[in-house]
Nanobody, 124 residues
Framework: VQLQASGGGLVQAGGSLRLSCTAS????????MGWFRQAPGKEREFVAA???????KSYADAVKGRFTISRNSYSNLFLQMTSLKFEDTAVYYCAADRGGTTALHRDANDYHFWGQGTKVTVSS
């Protein structure tokens, strides 16, 4: 499956952005999905994950209470980001886990398909 992330941009600290990820295939609905980010000079890190049906979600401590992951029944994954901070600046990637387990993974190595990334810049 191919993933296309969009919605990044430049925003002031305290502002909001909504990222979207569109999948090329309906099999998207069979996969747990995740968002990761990579800041300049840093390793890729987990942001949030959501189960196939959307009922279970997991967040990194750094974004809990500010970011919300969601998905629809078609081919779209979202990340609503509020109260953005300078340290949220990164390239954000969506990813699909085809492993078929119920567990929501936080390790990037557990994800099989990746989008190309969308850049989020938060000005302080």
């Amino acid at each position: 499956v191919q993933l296309q992330a969009s919605g990044g941009g430049l925003v002031q600290a305290g502002g909001s952005l909504r990222l979207s990820c569109t999948a090329s295939e309906r099999t998207f609905r069979l996969y747990n999905m995740g968002w990761f980010r990579q800041a300049p000079g840093k390793e890729r890190e987990f942001v949030a994950a959501i189960s196939r049906g959307g009922s279970t979600k997991s967040y990194a401590d750094a974004v809990k209470g500010r970011f919300t992951i969601s998905r629809n029944s078609y081919s779209n994954l979202f990340l609503q980001m509020t109260s953005l901070k300078f340290e949220d600046t990164a390239v954000y990637y969506c990813a699909a886990d085809r492993g078929g387990t119920t567990a929501l993974h936080r390790d990037a190595n557990d994800y099989h398909f990746w989008g190309q990334g969308t850049k989020v810049t938060v000005s302080s």
